[in-house]
């Protein structure tokens, strides 16, 4: 038996080989045994796209015949109909930085999006940039490389720096090119790109820009069943902004006890419930909070929010991430809200707590992969509306989903060293988008905006405060009391309004 | 020798030191060949002589001339000078400009250099340029653009600059602004985002203020980004080019125009006419605004409120000294010793003693009111502080001597003792009077007039025998009032024959204790033993009695407690409190208690035939602000030269390690020996000493003759490796060294346009000193501005003899110079500087000795001119000329050495400070001698960044001409007394105009002659007393600084401890624990080895220059530092829940990156507890 399945794993080995891709051990051994036949006869078969596919999706690919083992015990299936498992959670132990940390952090950053990059036909054979002091002048190449810097001439042509393990490579994109100088004003530093060109002596003109996105053949997937997952955000309960009137008619909404007969046959069939964080304003989170705060103790708005929360009927599986607000560390990744501060929402027998960003998949069947739901609150978010002249005029804060497209392309969270707080992993960078999701949900913004890309669900949860002096001055306009609602049956996208 | 001689003899020194360095110049040493500074003999001349720098064409075209010209139609200082002589200029009226704007541009700099009196940078700096911008119709307007150092050219020269552009452009034909909405909300977004998030505006607008300004203004208020940060709103504005936080417009639309409209308004409504500006009457309308809201925000004017603004930015580690208005703080206690007034303020030198010495003489307050910050200075005529000892006595302090004494015993400080603020600052910051407590100057006023109508005169006989008190003794009472105090029976008896408050030495606080309290203290007067003698009661002897004994500490009665029993009145206090109180009489008790009085010192004027008056008048809160200084400016690395030794400098920059290596690679200027035929980098030939020739080196046809070829301009430097072993032999062996000094040190590189170096021989010297060069060439030291109008010989080390070749030949009453005791009345442009033995860094005279030493070495070893100081020892010093020069302004002032105090401040005349543009709130000047400047400065050496003209020298005053200096010097009061009704009317809160006191504008431009002496309320025995070094400069540790703050938060009665607490966690220690937890994840990393920074680290973990080893610039320390003392201040002071929460989820937040660490989890109360 045990020799049995070395042979057959050497096959799989071998297939991948053939076309180029070298499989990690780490994937052979999450195999189990027994599907391992299962495996080979996917792949014999000629309906795998090999270009699309890298560690993960083989794994997705394989679990549509076979149940993925979970990592963690609370994603145990807490109702038979709703099944919620925690694909990948951040659960790291706190630990004493050092500089090559961050090292580590940056090269893994590299190697993750490079991956996914090198799947791009255009970046089959790129070079190393120490190696293009060999090459001719004039001569084609591509690279991969982290943006190191970013500048803009004299001429208004774009100079970027772009580093690779080896070295660093200059290279310049002219004006001249619209569509392609368009595009690229976009770029934004330690983003890691593929690009195309002409080689110089000091310098590389490029014609082509590639970025790790999304593959265009991507699935839509859909359930057998009419059930529908919901969307919240950005509660902030203990704020004096809080709208408890509003919260009130959700509940009574989910309940059955109003709407009309389509939104309570909505509500009776809601199978998952999703919070991107922020569940409560928090304590010290700015100066002088403590004057726009009714709650003004953390404790006790864990435990108002949980009473909130418990009146949600409790066969509907609550999944929550953390937010900036929480109690916790601000640097991603956050790991899930802890024991200590918010024990009342622990105390719920169906809440899931997880990391953000984090990666839940939901209603799997015996025959259905399920939905893999990608949750980040969106804390970068600020720092891409206020540096990127483009997110900004496809209408900023009103417009979530684009901020979102915008780092789905990238496939990472927070691309730029100063976007956000993070933990310097040395290990991996936990803020690449490695798995391609079916959802992606966040909040932050108080604004809800839905979208498809690329047959990724794009959703930004709304909040249940009013504009509070910081938004007034900063002008944003957000938009409470509004849940998005997905029926994943067909896919189709409804936001419900509890606004007075 | 008479006043215009004196001017005439410094007059000519300076015309000789600009001969003797005008020849070492020559010689080809220096950028220049001639002096880089530019002699301006009075304002006009120096205007053409600052706008140069930026328009070199208007020299010697008649500016000055029109200048006077139009002064003589409109008056000195006249803004219509101004109008006038700005619109010429920009009409190229004398001398011509490449293009329309730029004469524009130079008219509006030339406008605003006069009101500023051409001192400071703001004409080259704060005005930066104009654009020309569309209109909606397409026509063109002025968006005039401004950046933060237009904050030294004042709110009043800010907005009249924009006034002076509006006018050129009204003349010449431009169109005016029209702001669309979005740009007057940035406007406002902008103020705010600044104001919050940049640094406090002085004057913050309202929105509608900003909107009414924008949309009225004739001009825009534009300028280039000064912030990282970005406006929080309304960004991607067309005709607003950047998205980033402005400095400039914040500063223009709120301190200058929106602050100052109601200044500027009359002058308009004056002659806006005749200019044709009759379109800024809109201010008219602003100032109206302006009315309403303020009406709205502050309805009741008379009593003034606790102002906490100066005790919202405190500092860690920096004491606060009283909370506003709080009883034991500061009394507030009106008039001007000799070293205080024009922002400078003093307070007994005991004081300073039991605040554990934290503050010096020099070291800045912020405080409540009049302004926000003041300089201290001391004053031993005023009251000192009264304390609680550790065996419970309460005392007096009132000299020097028992402070020391008793500083270690305290338990607690119950008064604080006077400040010394005179009428001149409420003058000038238009503060309402604030009432005035009892003090000798006041009852010796009451007493004189009481006297005269009893008497009809001042017959002290007369009243000696009425009183039965020495005449002598009365007469001292009433004019040597300071010093002369009466006993108690003395007191008592003048009060009631003269029917005058008692005398404030036996008045207490009475006003600021309850009735409940005094009502206590009554009935324990009712037990006490009651002793007396021949002369009345002597003591009295209290039952334990803790409650009732407090009440006598809060009165600031003195008083024993022995025996762990029994509280002991003795002597003049018992027979005062046995008078008033009458303790004896059997229903006192409820004579008091049932009338409807709630004042216990109305109570017991109602009842008492001795009547007071109150003894507390306004406390004035205060903490410490930043330390006085002295010492000897040192850039990073403290280079001897500005001569750039590249890395091959090593860590150090040291020419040492150069040669060690062999060569230098830098860029150089390039030169060309026709003699040697070689290349050099030297105006003088290393090699024959031959003049060389600058060369140009052109990219492709190499090096060429001047500064242009064919292909355009050849820059006069390249980046090159030199020899430097090479250049060192023969430039020793020209200054005739054969020793050298052990570690000269260079720069790294120059940051000037055409990379000029200065001549190493002048490092190579000036280590052999030990002494360090500025950015500018010069060697600078740095002092706190204090402020003397009078000074005795002894104080300042000179001799009466030398004082006499100073000029000195009369003390302050006329009298004939003969004794180091007399006072003497300071010349306007003579100078003390700090010699203090206490202070960690060398004082100005060994620093300034040395200077003498190596300007000698230099012009004899170098140059091979004659020694031109030839001091011998630091004595010499005295009579030699300084440059004096402000931060941010761009003009010296010649000042004359006289002596050296024992004090770190730069002693100098209110006027001195003035013509370097400061009042003496806590700022400092820096000085430097005259030949430095001269030989070493030139403008070339300054970085090509904006600012760097700021603290340079670019011009020079020889004469301080008084109409010409920053005329809030003028409010000086110069008085020997205050009248009776200035203390009247401190009562009711008048505003200081109400009571005519004389000022210095009094006497330098109106009703007086001009040589009136200057005068003072307040005598000072010694400027040299008190603490000369603030304790903060040498506790070493920020925490043992907090430690030390906590520790006098405890002690201060009129400090509240937990408020201390509070504020340091949430004003400091949380924001610091925070940002650094932020920034620690967004941080740039560094080299071990080199310079070299990181925005994030590169992938090779390595630095990219040399392979060095990357490390954090924000580590894990930085951010726990602060975390145990937070919690620890927390827990002692039992601080509000919500607080401890705060802190303790931050403490969360640090572990959650983190981790926990487990062996500091014990000293967790090792701080505070």
Redo the contacts between chains.
């Keep these: 038996m045990q020799q049995e399945i070395i042979k057959k794993k050497l096959e799989i080995v071998d297939i991948f080989l053939k076309r180029g891709i070298l499989v990690s051990s780490d994937l052979l051994s999450k195999i189990s045994d027994e599907s391992i036949t299962k495996i080979t006869d996917t792949l014999e078969s000629k309906q795998v796209n090999y270009e699309a596919i890298a560690d993960l999706d083989i794994y997705g690919l394989i679990s549509g015949r076979e149940k993925p083992k979970t990592e963690n015990k609370d994603t145990q299936q807490k109702n038979n109909e709703n099944a919620v498992k925690v694909v990948s959670l951040y659960k790291e ?5 050092e ?2 940390d ?3 952090y ?2 893994n950053r ?1 190697k993750s999006v490079e991956k996914i990059l090198k799947q791009h036909q255009e970046l089959k054979n790129t070079v190393s940039i120490n190696k293009i002091q060999n090459k001719q002048e004039r001569e084609n190449l591509s690279i991969i490389g ?1 943006v ?1 810097d970013k500048q803009t001439t004299k001429n208004g042509n774009l100079i970027l720096t772009l ?3 080896t ?2 490579k200059r290279i310049i994109i002219n004006k001249n090119k619209p569509q392609l100088f368009n595009e690229a004003k976009d770029i934004v ?2 983003e890691v790109i593929g690009v195309t060109g002409v080689n110089s002596d000091t310098i590389m003109f490029i014609n082509n820009i590639i970025w790790p996105d999304i593959p265009t053949n991507k699935e839509l997937k859909k359930s057998d069943n009419e059930k529908y997952a919901l969307f919240l955000s950005d509660m902030h309960v203990g704020s004096s902004k809080f709208l408890p009137d509003d919260f009130e008619r959700f509940l009574k909404w989910i309940n059955g006890e109003i709407g009309n007969e389509q939104q309570k046959h909505i509500a009776k069939n809601i199978g998952y419930i999703f919070i991107a964080g922020d569940l409560v304003d ?3 989170i700015y ?1 002088e909070q ?1 004057k726009e705060l009714l709650i ?3 404790y006790k708005q864990y435990k108002e929010c949980a009473e909130l929360l418990k009146q949600i009927p409790n066969h509907i599986p609550l999944i929550i991430c953390p937010g900036n607000h929480d ?5 991603e990744p956050q ?1 899930p809200l ?1 024991k ?2 918010a024990k009342p929402l622990h105390e719920m027998n169906n809440v899931v707590m997880v990391s953000n960003p984090s990666i839940v998949n939901i209603d799997s069947t015996n025959n259905f992969s399920g939905f893999d739901v990608l949750m980040y609150h969106g804390y970068s978010f600020d720092y891409f509306v ?1 540096e990127v ?1 483009s997110l ?2 496809q209408g900023g804060y009103d417009r979530a989903d684009s901020i979102m497209k915008f780092l789905l392309k990238r496939r990472h969270l927070a691309p730029t ?2 976007s ?5 992993d040395a290990l991996r960078d936990p803020l690449v988008i490695e798995k391609v999701p079916d959802f992606f949900l966040s909040g932050h913004i108080h604004k809800t905006a839905t979208a498809n890309y690329r047959n990724i669900t794009l959703i930004c949860g709304s909040c249940w405060q009013s504009k509070t002096a910081f938004q007034e ?3 944003h306009n957000p938009e409470p009391s509004r849940v998005p609602i997905v029926n994943l049956q067909t896919r189709d996208v409804k936001i419900l309004k509890f606004e007075q | 020798m008479t006043e215009e001689n004196h001017t005439k003899d410094t007059q000519e020194k300076v015309d000789y030191a600009y001969k003797i360095a005008n020849e070492a110049r020559a010689k080809g040493y220096d950028p220049e060949d001639t002096v880089s500074i530019l002699l301006a003999k009075n304002l006009a001349e120096r205007v053409e002589g600052l706008v140069s720098v930026a328009a070199p064409q208007i020299m010697n075209t008649g500016i000055p001339q029109r200048i006077k010209e139009l002064e003589g139609v409109y008056g000195k200082l006249d803004w219509r000078v101004a109008l006038r002589i700005s619109l010429e200029t920009a009409q190229e009226k004398f001398c011509k400009f490449e293009t329309q704007k730029e004469a524009i541009e130079t008219g509006i700099r030339i406008g605003l250099a006069y009101l500023t009196l051409g001192i400071v940078a703001s004409p080259l700096e704060g005005f930066v340029g104009l654009k020309l911008k569309k209109r909606m119709d397409g026509k063109e307007y002025f968006a005039l653009m401004y950046s933060g150092p237009i904050r030294s050219a004042g709110g009043t020269a800010g907005t009249v600059s924009v006034i002076i552009a509006d006018y050129i452009r009204k003349c010449m034909g431009y169109d005016v602004y029209d702001a669309t909405e979005r740009e007057r909300r940035r406007m406002v ?1 902008e103020l ?1 985002d600044y104001h919050e998030r940049v640094t406090n505006l002085q004057y913050l607008p309202n929105e509608s203020e900003i909107m009414f300004l924008v949309s009225n203004l004739p001009v825009q208020i534009d300028g280039d980004a000064s912030e990282e940060m ?1 406006v ?5 504005i067309e005709r607003i080019e950047t ?1 980033r936080i402005r400095s400039g417009p914040c500063l223009v639309l709120g301190e200058c125009i929106a602050q100052k409209a109601a200044k500027v308004l009359p002058q308009i409504k004056k002659w806006g006419k005749e200019f044709d500006l009759e379109h800024w009457l809109f201010l008219q309308e602003f100032v109206q605004l302006q009315k309403e809201t303020k009406t709205r925000e502050k309805r009741e004017k008379k009593k003034i409120t606790p102002n906490y603004t100066f005790i919202q930015d405190l500092v860690a580690g920096r004491p606060v000294l009283t909370h506003p208005l709080a009883a034991g703080g500061f009394r507030l206690r009106y008039g001007r010793c000799r070293t205080s007034g024009y922002s400078a303020s003093a307070i007994h030198p005991a004081t300073m003693i039991i605040l554990n010495k934290y503050i010096a003489i020099g070291t800045q307050l912020k405080v409540e009111r009049p302004g926000k910050a003041t300089a201290v200075t001391l004053c031993d005529s005023i009251e000192g502080p009264i304390v609680k000892l550790n065996d419970e006595s309460v005392v007096k302090v009132d000299t020097e001597q028992k402070a020391r004494d008793v500083a270690h015993s305290i338990k607690e400080i119950l008064f604080l003792g006077d400040i010394l603020i005179n009428y001149g600052d409420f003058f000038n910051r238009a503060h309402a009077l604030a009432p005035a407590g009892y003090c000798e100057e006041w009852w010796a006023l009451e007493a004189t007039k009481s006297i005269i109508n009893l008497l009809g005169s001042l017959d002290y006989d007369k009243l000696s025998q009425l009183t039965d008190i020495d005449a002598n003794h009365l007469e001292k009472l009433t004019k040597d009032f300071f010093f002369e105090k009466p006993d108690g029976k003395t007191a008592i008896t003048l009060s009631k024959l003269l029917q005058i408050p008692l005398h404030p030495y036996y008045t207490y606080h009475w006003r600021t204790i309850s009735k409940e309290d005094f009502l206590e203290m009554l009935k324990w007067f009712k037990t006490a033993r009651i002793e007396s003698d021949k002369s009345g009661v002597n003591k009295i002897v209290l039952p334990k009695n803790e409650a009732a004994k407090r009440v006598l500490e809060l009165l600031g009665v003195p008083h024993m407690f022995v025996n762990n029993e029994f509280t002991i009145i003795e002597k003049n206090d018992a027979l005062v409190l046995h008078t008033l109180l009458n303790p004896d009489k059997e229903d006192s008790h409820k004579l008091y208690e049932k009338i409807e009085i709630e004042n216990p010192l109305d109570l017991i004027n109602h009842f008492s035939d001795v009547k007071m008056r109150d003894k507390s008048g306004t406390f004035i809160g205060a903490r410490m602000g930043r330390p006085e200084k002295a010492k000897v400016r040192k850039l990073e690395g403290e280079p001897h030269t500005l001569f750039p030794i590249g890395k091959e400098g090593g860590k150090l920059r040291s020419f040492q390690s150069a040669m060690d290596i062999g060569y230098v690679e830098a860029e150089f200027p390039t030169y060309y020996c026709k003699q040697c035929k070689k290349e050099t980098i030297f105006g003088v030939c290393e090699q024959c000493n031959a003049r060389t020739q600058k060369i140009g080196n052109c990219s492709i046809c190499g090096s060429v003759e001047g500064a242009k070829c064919k292909h355009g301009e050849a820059p006069q430097y390249k980046a090159q490796r030199i020899d430097i072993n090479y250049y060192f032999k023969n430039i020793l062996k020209k200054i005739a060294m054969q020793q050298y000094p052990d570690l000269i040190k260079g720069v790294r590189g120059t940051s000037n346009k055409s990379h000029i170096p200065e001549h190493f021989a002048k490092g190579v010297l000036r280590a052999k000193h030990d002494i360090p060069v500025n950015r500018d060439g010069t060697t600078r030291y740095d002092m706190t501005q204090l402020p003397i109008t009078h000074f005795k010989p002894k104080e300042i080390e000179t001799s009466v003899e030398e004082l006499h070749n100073l000029g000195y030949h009369k003390d302050m009453n006329g009298e004939d110079l003969t004794n180091p005791e007399q006072i003497l009345e300071l010349k306007p442009q003579d100078i003390i500087l700090p010699k203090c033995e206490d202070a960690p860094e060398p004082g100005a005279h060994k620093i300034l000795f040395s200077l003498s030493l190596f300007i000698d070495e230099l012009l004899t070893l170098l140059y091979g001119l004659k020694k031109f100081y030839n001091l011998s020892s630091e004595k010499d010093l005295v009579g030699h000329l300084v440059v004096a020069l402000a931060p941010h302004t761009s003009a010296g002032i010649v000042g004359r050495i006289i002596g050296f105090s024992k004090t770190q401040a730069l002693y100098a005349h209110p006027m001195f400070h003035a013509a370097t543009r400061r009042d003496c709130d806590g700022d400092e000047a820096s000085v430097t001698l005259l030949m430095d400047v001269l030989l070493n400065f030139s403008r070339q050496f300054l970085p090509d960044s904006r600012g760097s003209t700021q603290d340079a020298p670019l011009v020079l005053t020889s004469r301080l001409i008084p109409t010409e200096i920053d005329d809030m010097v003028f409010d000086l009061d110069v008085v020997k007394n205050y009248p009776l009704e200035f203390y009247d009317a401190s009562q009711q809160y008048e505003m200081p105009w109400s009571i005519k006191i004389e000022r210095l504008a009094n006497i330098l431009l109106g009703t007086e002659p001009n040589n009136t002496p200057i005068k003072y309320t307040h005598p000072v025995g010694n400027i040299n007393s008190g603490v000369k070094c603030s304790s903060y400069k040498t506790i070493p540790s920020m925490e043992d600084k907090l430690k030390g703050q906590m520790e006098l938060a405890d002690k201060i009665r009129a400090v509240d401890a937990a408020d201390v607490a509070r504020l340091v966690i ?1 004003k400091h220690l ?2 610091d624990i925070r940002g650094n ?2 920034k ?3 941080q740039q ?1 560094r080299c071990s080895k080199c310079p070299g920074k990181y ?7 390595k630095c ?1 220059a040399c392979g060095g ?4 610039t924000v580590s ?1 320390g930085t951010i726990t530092k602060y975390l145990e003392p937070a919690i620890s201040l927390s827990d002692k002071y039992n601080l509000p ?2 607080l401890r ?2 802190l303790e ?2 403490k ?8 926990k660490e487990k062996d500091k989890q014990e000293g967790l109360n090792r701080w505070f507890g």
Excluded: W
């Excluded at chain 1, 109690?327 to 640097?331: G, K």
């Excluded at chain 1, 956000?420 to 310097?424: A, K, N, Q, R």
């Design positions: 132990e706190p630990k004493k930085r500089p090559q961050f090292v580590d940056f090269n590299y982290i190191s580093e690779d393990p070295g660093q530093l330690d928090g304590c010290g100066p403590d003004k103790d953390i109690a916790l560390r601000i640097s790991p802890s200590e501060f206020a002249d900004r005029n060293h100063l956000t707080l993070y933990v310097p001055k900063v002008g | 977004a705010y970005e929080s709103n309304y960004k991607d998205n949430e949380l924001r937890l932020r620690f994840s967004m990393f925005r994030r680290p590169p992938l090779t973990g990219l080893r990357l490390i954090f894990e829940s919500y929460q705060v989820l931050t969360d937040r640090v572990e959650g990156v983190f981790g």
